[in-house]
Nanobody, 125 residues
Framework: QEQLVESGGGLVQAGGSLRLSCTASGNTFRGYYMGWFRQPPGKEREFVAGINWSGSNTNYAASVKGRFTIARDNAKNAVYLQMNSLNPEDTAVYYC??????????????????WGQGTQVTVSS
């Protein structure tokens, strides 16, 4: 059973930046496709970004492309989400997730096996 723990959320003004981190507890992290999702208030959870096992391939939702960057460090069992040019529409609980089957370019919730507890990101206008 993989445990994922997110950190780095908080309150930021529009136009600002935040960096989210997610660390995994197991020793098979490097084999997982990793993703970030978010759930805005009153809305469904949605895909934000994904990254393959080596970090050589990434995938982004259209709403964040060019502003957010996903990266991973397999030596640290960690995946990151750098968020720039934040706007109030980015306000959400952000979750990291692990896909142990490594569905290439996974964007659906049901493709992921393990989830963190989430970290709140609030962007004020």
């Amino acid at each position: 059973q993989e445990q994922l723990v997110e950190s780095g959320g908080g309150l930021v003004q529009a136009g600002g930046s935040l960096r989210l981190s997610c660390t995994a507890s197991g020793n098979t992290f490097r084999g997982y496709y990793m993703g970030w999702f978010r759930q805005p208030p009153g809305k469904e959870r949605e895909f934000v970004a994904g990254i393959n096992w080596s970090g050589s391939n990434t995938n982004y939702a259209a709403s964040v492309k060019g502003r957010f960057t996903i990266a991973r460090d397999n030596a640290k069992n960690a995946v990151y989400l750098q968020m720039n040019s934040l706007n109030p529409e980015d306000t959400a609980v952000y979750y990291c997730a692990a896909d142990q089957q490594h569905h290439f370019g996974a964007t659906r919730i049901d493709e992921y096996d393990y989830w963190g507890q989430g970290t709140q990101v609030t962007v004020s206008s």
